[in-house]
């Protein structure tokens, strides 16, 4: 079972900047996809950025420059840089696993994913 632990997030104000991470329980053989989406309060999940095992990346329009997704491997840790931030972003920030996964870049659908992590908060004031 591979179970995502996020971390890293917290409250800032409007173009300030948060990391957040994600920790895998396990190693996951062959070929894999992760991401992260979002969840606004009363609003529905969305796909933030995404990215294959061999680092192709994905971007909703929403974070496009001002957000970047990155993997370390060997650590079995996905990251997500945001920057700029605006109060719009503020939201339950959640990772996502697809184990396995052959495509060749990310579907930002939540369906794609098998395993989710809990969520970590993400406060902007303005």
């Known amino acids: 079972q591979v179970q995502p632990v996020e971390s890293g997030g917290g409250s800032v104000q409007s173009g300030g900047s948060l990391r957040l991470s994600c920790a895998v329980s396990r190693p996951m053989e062959g070929s894999y996809c992760m991401a992260w989406f979002r969840q606004a309060p009363g609003k529905q999940r969305e796909g933030v950025a995404g990215i294959t095992r061999s680092g192709t990346t994905t971007y909703a329009d929403s974070g496009k420059g001002r957000f970047t997704i990155s993997q370390d491997n060997a650590k079995r840790t996905l990251y997500l840089e945001l920057k700029n931030l605006r109060p719009e972003d503020a939201a339950m920030y959640y990772c996502?696993?697809?184990?396995?996964?052959?495509?060749?870049?990310?579907?930002?659908?939540?369906?794609?994913?098998?395993?989710w992590g809990k969520g970590a908060q993400v406060t902007v004031s303005s």
């Open positions: 996502a696993v697809a184990d396995p996964c052959w495509r060749g870049s990310v579907v930002l659908t939540a369906e794609e994913f098998d395993y």
